[in-house]
């Protein structure tokens, strides 16, 4: 069988595949448009539920569309090893943005076939239904259920924009399977993708090694003042919103400012009730975004959030709420997971870098209930979600390597403690 630290993929067959896949739901401008449990999704489907076929696997899928191909190892009692992501795109999403982690993991399975490989433990790639959430909300539905954070029901009963819920649209393309969608032991859980940023690219650099996946919170502010008119009423006399809204933007970059490189600060919508030209609004939201992938550093960033919007409210005279939404945790990635990533990083002599994720992604929930780490590698002017996303074949091929010998590297029993 030889040595297997020898083993590589065949980044030739690797983007060739990808190319196959991306002429379903082809767009003009060269992206996709696959979304989730359309006729394309159900046609990617096929195709890689083809594809892992003719390796001899055992395809099965769950009741809320997941599929598993599983490669048996010697010993298929074991938790299986597992590389998963998703196929779904956006409605004018890119050619790698969920497929290169599918594909990936197939070409891991056809590397260990062609090298008549027996792991110790079974080998599994997994596709994640509906991960972006462009087409059913909420996003990661299919890992969602899987790891227990989302409700089977009501996720069937989520509707698209013509009404059609997601569970007839599984039934539909014949992809509402009879395993349970539950989690099950897995040795562990591995995700490669594109970063869907400018950092490895600018750096210079083939792979990030991921710690984790950024925290956030989100908030809708709320500032009551008073309408008055925006000519007679003197500035000093004004209980004007903006007033204090102003200077807490401007604090909350420098917050942002203060825990970087990771801390993020955005406010991606503001309204002015009642939003006329020549009135002072009575009240603004403010939709407030803050990330940190420190879960201490988080929680401080929303302590002195809190604690300047109070001071700006008081200072001039408004009433203020602080309506937190969401809160979506840290997410730490498990340390051997991590290692088993950074040796075979280092072992295949790849330039490289530790990093968090900026975006969620489906290994967000697999964490919950499975040791997990992702690989990143660049994209093209960090460029995602948009039909030019592109990448270059060698670092796809790169990543396909550390993703390969990640796996090998937790194949086998666990360790007891
Ligand atoms: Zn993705």
Redesign the pocket.
């Known amino acids: 069988m030889g040595d297997r630290s020898s083993l590589r993929v065949d980044g030739a067959r690797l983007w060739q595949s990808l190319m196959q896949m991306a002429q379903i739901g082809a767009t003009a401008k060269g992206g996709c448009n696959r979304q989730a449990l359309t006729d394309e999704d159900r046609a990617g489907r096929d195709l890689f539920v083809a594809w892992c076929e003719q390796l001899g696997c055992d395809v099965s899928v769950d009741a809320i569309g997941n599929i598993f191909a599983r490669r048996s190892g010697r010993d298929d009692s074991l938790p299986p090893v597992l590389a998963g992501?998703?196929l779904d795109t956006q409605p004018t999403g890119g050619k790698f943005?969920?497929v290169y982690?599918v594909l990936a993991g197939l070409e891991v399975l056809r590397t260990l076939d062609a090298a008549q490989v027996v792991t110790e433990a079974p080998f599994e790639v997994a596709v994640w239904t509906n991960?972006?959430g462009s087409r059913f909300n909420p996003a990661m539905i299919g890992s969602g259920v899987w790891s227990g954070v989302m409700d089977l029901d009501e996720v069937y009963a989520a509707t698209d924009k013509s009404g059609k819920t997601m569970g007839g649209e599984l039934e539909r393309i014949g992809y509402r399977g009879d395993l349970p969608a539950r989690a099950r032991p897995l040795r562990a859980a591995f995700e490669v993708?594109?970063e869907?940023g400018p950092i490895l690219e600018q750096q210079e650099l083939q792979i990030g090694v991921l710690s984790g996946i950024q925290g956030l919170r989100w908030y809708d502010l709320i500032i009551e003042g008073d309408a008055c008119h925006a000519g007679p009423t003197p500035m000093e006399s004004r209980r004007d919103p903006f007033m204090a809204a102003a200077p807490i933007m401007s604090d909350c970059y420098r917050l942002a400012a203060a825990h970087a490189p990771w801390g993020r600060a955005t406010f991606g919508d503001i309204r002015a009730e009642p939003g006329s030209r020549n009135t002072v609004p009575e009240r603004l939201v403010i939709n407030v975004d803050l990330r940190h992938p420190d879960a201490r550093q988080l929680d401080q960033m929303d302590r002195e959030f809190r604690e300047l919007v109070e001071r700006e409210c008081e200072r001039c005279r408004l009433g203020f709420e602080v309506n937190e939404i969401w809160h979506m945790p840290v997410t730490e990635f498990a340390p051997e997971c991590v290692q088993a990533v950074r040796q075979a990083t280092d072992m295949l002599g790849y330039s490289n870098m530790d990093m968090v994720s900026g975006?969620g992604?489906?290994s967000l929930y697999i964490a919950n209930v499975a040791p997990t780490g992702m690989i990143f590698v660049p994209c093209e002017n960090g460029i995602?979600h948009n039909e030019i996303e592109n990448a270059k074949s060698e670092d796809l091929e790169a990543g396909c390597n550390v993703l390969l010998h990640a796996m090998l590297a937790m194949d086998g029993r666990p360790q007891v403690q």
């Open positions: 992501s998703h943005d969920g982690g991960e972006e993708h594109i869907q975006a992604h489906d995602s």
